[in-house]
Structures are given as structure tokens and as C-alpha cells.
């Protein structure tokens, strides 16, 4: 079976959205450990091969392995001491810390015996920085690239001042007529390629991480957290927009103001969570009444709601709060005691020529004597210059 790039992403955001302190240091653990046995019995080849050893420190190479294999003790413990607390959303930043050195130790002693210049461990121990930001605190990773990059540091200050080897794992053995040897290009190529794979996955990772970090910050910029409507700000702009859209086109424009009825009353008796869930179903509802995508409706805060009808007259405009009207008869609210049902006031104004201040004036005026009327109708007007002075002469 296909697996899609959006499916992909959306794995990656799911994993991004839910993974915990404890899973994110599991992830870099066990897409580590097949690396470092790679490099143990790579290394274990190069140290039972007579020409290799020719050209190698081999005190120093089996050092190397006693730490490969220290480290891997080290991952495998801390992963069996995560496993139980994976799900455990509690931060374990000495986790993270412990998992980032034992990485960065390694390939930090990898560069240092190969030669601190060698392209594929400081471009490994880059992408391990770069990785690191996405899953662990920055903190931690800080205190990790601080620590790996001041060993590197040192060294260089050992080559400059005390003529300390550069890459002491290897011996002139490893050169042959001002060449490296076979051996050695692919000691250091494959360095560098056996962690490429990884290292591309947790970057775009990274990528993918930011892009939905992006769309959440957008999506949260323009959307009511509960009901998942538009929220004022972004209703409001909507407005602005179509209006300046209107004197090019020449086409009337309606909108809506509708507020709950008696929405008081259902936080009173049933509890401000009842009252949640009932916006979230009216959301449901109002939204099913519109024509989509052209339509817009939005949450202006409360329980009062507002619906944008581009390009709509207002016979057309009374047609879409009739059907609003006789859904919400039958909706069901499940949350309220049966049988019950949620009603609505509207303000409905059609304008053709006016700024968003003096329709949503009218739009209120409307709603306020619908509620006045005795609720759950709407009051419908056309904005003509007069309202719209009048409007502007009454407020505050």
C-alpha cells in the first residue's frame, strides 16, 4: 500500500504534536544504535586486517571501541529505563542531556582521530545540532554543542601549540605516494555516509516540524480555539476585504449578527462545560446552513456569531436564516435534556457602499430589537445613507 508525502507529514505532525520527553530520547537511541554496531565491527574488520593495521594506532583504536561499547551500554540501559515512561509527558531534561553526550561524545571522537577537518564528522556532528534543537530543549542542546565543540577546540589548540598528531588513530602506514589509502577514503567516506540516512530523515523532521508549527500558529491566529470557526479578528478582515471587493463588482453584501437565545440560562442550570459543547454543536449547524466556501462563518466572542454573505441580497440573505431556523428545530443537541432544542437572534443588514463600521452598527441594531421582539427571529433591513448617519450620530 501508497504511503502519500501528506500522509507522511501528518504521521510526523501527530508524532511532533504527541511525543514525550522520554519517546523523543527513545527515538534518537534507537535510530543510534544500529549506527555505532556499523562502526564496531567496522572497526573490528580494520583491526584483524593486517594492511589496515599497518596504518593504524591500534592502542588507540581499541580504546575507540571500548567507548563504542560503553556508549552502547549506556543507550541500551537508558532506553530499557525509558520504555515504561514513554507516554509520561513529564520533561527529562538530564535524559536528554545524557542521550546528547553520549551521541555527540562519540562522533566528537571520531572527528578528533580522524583529523578535526575531515568533512563527514563535523558535517554529522552538524546535523546531530540540528536534530538535537528539534527534539530536546534548546538548553540541553546548547550546554551539548558547548561541550562537544570546546573538545574539538582544545584539540586544535594541542595541534597549534604542542604539536599534538592530527588524526592520531592513523599512521603514515595509512598513505601511500602523498595519497590516502583505499582503506582510509572509505573509512572516512562511509563515516559520514552510514549516519547520512538518519541524519536526512530527522532533518526533514525538523522541516516538517517548523511547517507545522507555522500552519498551527496561522490556523490559531484565524480560528476560535472551541467551536473551530473563524475567530473575530479574521472575520473582521474577511469583511474588509469583500467590501473593497464590492465597489469593483457593484454587488450587494449581507451580514449576519446572531447570538444564542438564553445562553445564560444553559450555563446557569447545566454548567459553563454543557455551554461549551452547545456553541461547539451551533457551530456545527450554522456552518451546515451557508454555502462553502463562499459563505463565512465566524465566533465574535461569547455566544455571538456573525455570517458573511458575499455577493447576497437580502431575500437571499432571509432564505439562509430560514434554513438556519428550521435546522436548528431538528438539530440535535445531546448535551441538554431532551427534548431540547437552541434558537437563535439575527440581525440580518444588506449594504451596498458602506464601510464594515456602520454595517455591523446596523447588523446590531437589528439583532437588539430581534431580541426585543421576543428572540429567536430575525429583524432585516437595508442600509440606506439615513440608517447609516443615524447609526453614526447614535454611537458613543
Not at 530536546?136 to 599534538?164: E, H, I, K, N, P
Not at 547520512?196 to 500558529?217: D, G, K, N, W, Y
Not at 465574535?300 to 437571499?316: C, H, N, Q, R
Amino acid at each position: 500500500m501508497q504511503f502519500s508525502t501528506s500522509e507522511m507529514r501528518r504521521a510526523i505532525e501527530r508524532y511532533l504534536s504527541h511525543s514525550t520527553s522520554a519517546s523523543r530520547c527513545l527515538l534518537v537511541i534507537v535510530a543510534t544504535i544500529p549506527y555505532m554496531l556499523m562502526y564496531l565491527t567496522m572497526h573490528g574488520w580494520g583491526l584483524s586486517s593486517p594492511e589496515v593495521r599497518a596504518g593504524l594506532h591500534v592502542e588507540m583504536l581499541w580504546a575507540v571501541q571500548g567507548l563504542l561499547g560503553f556508549t552502547l551500554c549506556a543507550l541500551v540501559g537508558l532506553a530499557l529505563w525509558l520504555w515504561p515512561r514513554q507516554r509520561d509527558p513529564a520533561p527529562r531534561p538530564w535524559a536528554e542531556f545524557a542521550v546528547a553526550m553520549l551521541v555527540g561524545e562519540v562522533y566528537t571522537t571520531f572527528a578528533i582521530l580522524v583529523g578535526p577537518f575531515s568533512a563527514g564528522p563535523v558535517l554529522v556532528l552538524m546535523g546531530i545540532s540540528a536534530v538535537g534543537l528539534l527534539l530536546f530543549q534548546w538548553r540541553v542542546m546548547m550546554v551539548a554543542t558547548v561541550l562537544c565543540s570546546g573538545a574539538l577546540l582544545v584539540y586544535d589548540a594541542l595541534m597549534l601549540w604542542f604539536d599534538a598528531p592530527y588524526g592520531p588513530a592513523i599512521t603514515v602506514g595509512a598513505f601511500a605516494h602523498g595519497a590516502s589509502r583505499w582503506w582510509l577514503t572509505f573509512w572516512q567516506t562511509m563515516m559520514l555516509a552510514v549516519s547520512l540516512p538518519v541524519l536526512v530523515v530527522m532533518i526533514t523532521l525538523l522541516f516538517a516540524s517548523q511547517e507545522a508549527l507555522h500552519r498551527r500558529l496561522r490556523r490559531l491566529s484565524t480560528t476560535d480555539d472551541l467551536t473551530g470557526l473563524v475567530n473575530r479578528h479574521h472575520f473582521m478582515g474577511r469583511l474588509t476585504s469583500e467590501l473593497a471587493r464590492q465597489q469593483r463588482s457593484g454587488q450587494a453584501l449581507s451580514l449576519v449578527l446572531l447570538d444564542a437565545d438564553h445562553f445564560k440560562r444553559i450555563n446557569d442550570v447545566h454548567g459553563h462545560a454543557t455551554g461549551d459543547e452547545v456553541l461547539v454543536v451551533l457551530a456545527q449547524a450554522l456552518s451546515a446552513s451557508v454555502r462553502a466556501p463562499t459563505d463565512l462563518v465566524g465566533r465574535l466572542g461569547g455566544e455571538e456569531f456573525a455570517i458573511l454573505l458575499p455577493d447576497t441580497a437580502l431575500v437571499e440573505a432571509e432564505a439562509v436564516c430560514t434554513r438556519l431556523q428550521h435546522n436548528l428545530r431538528d438539530w440535535p443537541f445531546p448535551m441538554l435534556p431532551t427534548p431540547a432544542t437552541v434558537t437563535v437572534s439575527m440581525g440580518v443588514v444588506q449594504s451596498l457602499g458602506f464601510d464594515a463600521e456602520a454595517i455591523l452598527r446596523q447588523a446590531d441594531a437589528n439583532l437588539y430589537r430581534a431580541k426585543a421582539a421576543g428572540r429567536n427571529q430575525a429583524v432585516y433591513a437595508v442600509l440606506r445613507a439615513t440608517q447609516a448617519a443615524q447609526a453614526t450620530e447614535a454611537a458613543p
